[in-house]
């Protein structure tokens, strides 16, 4: 089982930036897909942005693209997620998940089998 701690997390003012980490041990990635899904208060997790580990493959939501960039250090298994011009609406605990490259879409949390504790974004307008 895939094991997952993020950080990175805070507050921030519209327009900023902050990037978010994602350190992962315990299996081998090269047959999984990291995924960053969030979520905010009364409303369900969403999918944000995915990679797949050995191709380096991304994939990002509409509401993210052009904005947020999805990388991977193979060095130390760790995921970021850089995110740039930041809106108050991307406010939410921000959720990175693993998931193997064979089972299930990259954008439903369904498939994703190990989850991080998650970390709170916060951007005020």
């Known amino acids: 089982q895939v094991q997952l701690v993020e950080s990175g997390g805070g507050l921030v003012q519209a327009g900023g930036s902050l990037r978010l980490s994602c350190a992962a041990s315990?299996?081998?990635?090269?047959?999984?897909?990291m995924g960053w899904f969030r979520q905010a208060p009364g409303k369900e997790r969403e999918f944000v942005a995915a990679i797949t580990w050995n191709s380096g493959s991304t994939y990002y939501a509409e509401s993210v693209k052009g904005r947020f960039t999805i990388s991977r250090d193979n060095g130390k298994s760790t995921v970021y997620l850089q995110m740039n011009s930041l809106k108050p609406e991307d406010t939410a605990v921000y959720y990175c998940?693993?998931?193997?490259?064979?089972?299930?879409?990259?954008?439903?949390?369904?498939?994703?089998?190990?989850w991080g504790q998650g970390t709170q974004v916060t951007v005020s307008s």
């Open positions: 315990g299996r081998t990635l090269s047959s999984y897909t």
């Open positions: 998940a693993s998931k193997t490259v064979y089972g299930g879409s990259y954008s439903s949390p369904v498939p994703y089998a190990a």
